[in-house]
């Protein structure tokens, strides 16, 4: 059986349906082919949810028998919340299966694909693999780097400043619709406590047609949040709040509030936290997709220790200018260096422009 393009692209196309609902599940889609048509569809809703292939596998019913499966992602051999989706393949009498990319959670890399094959049915593995990689790149990273995946995001004028003189936004409400959408995708947004000081976010998602609970994560390093800010008002009906202070530092007024938790960590010896100390708590709470929202010494940070994997810069049409007006990565004494983004997609949103660069693979180190 030669694969199909047409046949993976359905299941791709499948798959993101569900995007910013499934994690610490990766997004997959699948189609049952038979004699050259799609007689089953379905693709994986979130945790506890049957898996793409088994609502696949179950609107072809007996269809499925002798027929071929496209799926973006290796099946799974492992029980979770659901059975391993191995089993309903065997079950269902599938002559092949067809899927775009290994899944790189080393519980299940490659195991899925050998039980298929010693059980006799063909197995194609890493058809379309690039685009089947784009279908949840945050999986991925948090699998194979074993930390989040880090979404960039800062708003500027055209000479670089980043705070208004006046105060107020700097892009207009197109752009900052975008915003709310790409928190949709994440799990958690993160953000230091002197951007809450500056600008005293809500940090929520605010979509008519999608409503999510997102994790908020606050690096308080100088233990200035009193409890008063919007944020804490928030929790726990738009999500939980995640406040990162030294150990030594008081609850600030709203530490005990429902949905709010104060996780005491050490500060790095030149002052805030170590970044790679904040992934990897965030990892072993299962953050997938974080999303960061920040200028100066945090942005520079994240670009510099090679832990940023997309940044979406939020461009105005505008000169703001005037004295002492900070830029993006300002008050960063060690400097970034270079950083090319070449490929980065440029679009309009209303009066405003929107660049995003992946950087996976240059920005990262192996």
Same mark, same amino acid.
């Given at each position: 059986?030669?694969?199909?393009?047409r046949?993976?692209?359905?299941?791709?196309?499948?798959?993101?349906?569900?995007?910013?609902?499934?994690?610490?599940?990766?997004?997959?889609?699948?189609?049952?082919?038979?004699?050259?048509?799609?007689?089953?569809?379905?693709?994986?809703?979130?945790?506890?949810?049957?898996?793409?292939?088994?609502?696949?596998?179950?609107?072809?019913?007996?269809?499925?028998?002798?027929?071929?499966?496209?799926?973006?992602?290796?099946p799974?051999?492992?029980?979770?919340?659901?059975?391993?989706c191995?089993?309903?393949?065997?079950?269902?009498?599938?002559?092949?299966?067809?899927?775009?990319?290994e899944?790189?959670?080393?519980?299940?890399?490659?195991?899925?694909?050998?039980?298929?094959?010693? !059980?006799?049915?063909?197995?194609?593995?890493?058809?379309?693999?690039?685009?089947?990689?784009?279908?949840?790149?945050?999986?991925?990273?948090?699998?194979?780097?074993?930390?989040?995946f880090?979404?960039?995001? /800062?708003?500027?004028?055209?000479?670089?400043?980043?705070v208004?003189?006046g105060?107020?936004?700097?892009?207009?409400?197109?752009?900052?619709?975008?915003?709310?959408?790409?928190?949709?995708?994440?799990? !958690?947004?993160?953000?230091?406590?002197?951007?809450?000081?500056?600008?005293?976010?809500?940090?929520?998602?605010?979509?008519?047609?999608?409503?999510?609970?997102l994790?908020?994560?606050?690096?308080?390093?100088?233990?200035?949040?009193?409890?008063?800010?919007?944020v804490?008002?928030?929790?726990?009906?738009?999500?939980?709040? /995640?406040?990162?202070?030294?150990?030594?530092?008081?609850l600030?007024?709203?530490?005990?509030?429902?949905?709010?938790?104060?996780?005491?960590?050490?500060?790095?010896?030149?002052?805030?936290?170590?970044?790679?100390?904040?992934?990897?708590f965030?990892?072993e709470?299962?953050?997938?997709?974080?999303?960061?929202? !920040?200028?100066?010494?945090?942005?520079?940070?994240?670009?510099?220790?090679?832990?940023?994997?997309?940044?979406?810069?939020?461009?105005?049409?505008s000169?703001?200018?005037?004295?002492?007006?900070?830029?993006? $990565?300002?008050?960063?004494p060690?400097?970034?260096?270079?950083?090319?983004?070449?490929?980065?997609?440029?679009?309009?949103?209303?009066?405003? /422009?929107?660049l995003?660069a992946? $950087?996976?693979?240059?920005?990262?180190?192996?």
């Amino acid at each position: 059986m030669e694969p199909e393009a047409r046949f993976m692209e359905e299941a791709m196309r499948l798959a993101v349906q569900a995007k910013g609902r499934t994690h610490p599940n990766p997004c997959v889609g699948a189609v049952v082919v038979r004699d050259g048509v799609v007689v089953g569809r379905g693709y994986h809703e979130g945790p506890g949810n049957p898996h793409a292939e088994v609502v696949a596998l179950r609107e072809a019913g007996e269809r499925a028998r002798g027929a071929d499966l496209y799926v973006t992602l290796e099946p799974c051999c492992i029980y979770g919340r659901t059975p391993p989706c191995t089993e309903a393949i065997l079950r269902a009498g599938v002559r092949s299966v067809v899927a775009g990319v290994e899944d790189p959670n080393p519980k299940v890399s490659g195991s899925g694909a050998r039980r298929l094959r010693e !059980a006799g049915i063909g197995v194609v593995l890493g058809f379309l693999e690039r685009e089947g990689r784009a279908v949840d790149p945050a999986y991925h990273v948090f699998h194979r780097k074993a930390r989040p995946f880090v979404h960039l995001k /800062w708003a500027q004028s055209l000479d670089g400043t980043v705070v208004p003189p006046g105060g107020g936004t700097i892009t207009g409400e197109e752009a900052r619709r975008r915003v709310h959408e790409d928190r949709f995708l994440a799990d !958690a947004i993160l953000v230091s406590s002197g951007t809450v000081a500056c600008d005293d976010p809500r940090l929520t998602v605010r979509l008519a047609d999608r409503k999510k609970n997102l994790i908020r994560v606050l690096l308080d390093s100088p233990a200035r949040l009193g409890g008063r800010e919007r944020v804490f008002a928030t929790s726990p009906e738009s999500g939980p709040l /995640w406040i990162l202070r030294p150990p030594s530092a008081p609850l600030p007024e709203g530490g005990e509030r429902d949905g709010v938790e104060v996780i005491p960590m050490e500060p790095a010896a030149g002052g805030g936290f170590s970044l790679a100390s904040v992934l990897g708590f965030l990892r072993e709470r299962h953050v997938v997709y974080l999303y960061v929202e !920040a200028v100066g010494r945090l942005a520079a940070a994240f670009l510099r220790e090679g832990y940023v994997d997309r940044l979406s810069v939020h461009l105005a049409p505008s000169l703001l200018g005037g004295p002492r007006h900070p830029g993006p $990565l300002d008050g960063d004494p060690s400097g970034v260096g270079e950083l090319r983004l070449d490929g980065a997609a440029c679009e309009k949103a209303g009066r405003d /422009w929107i660049l995003t660069a992946d $950087l996976e693979g240059r920005c990262l180190p192996a």
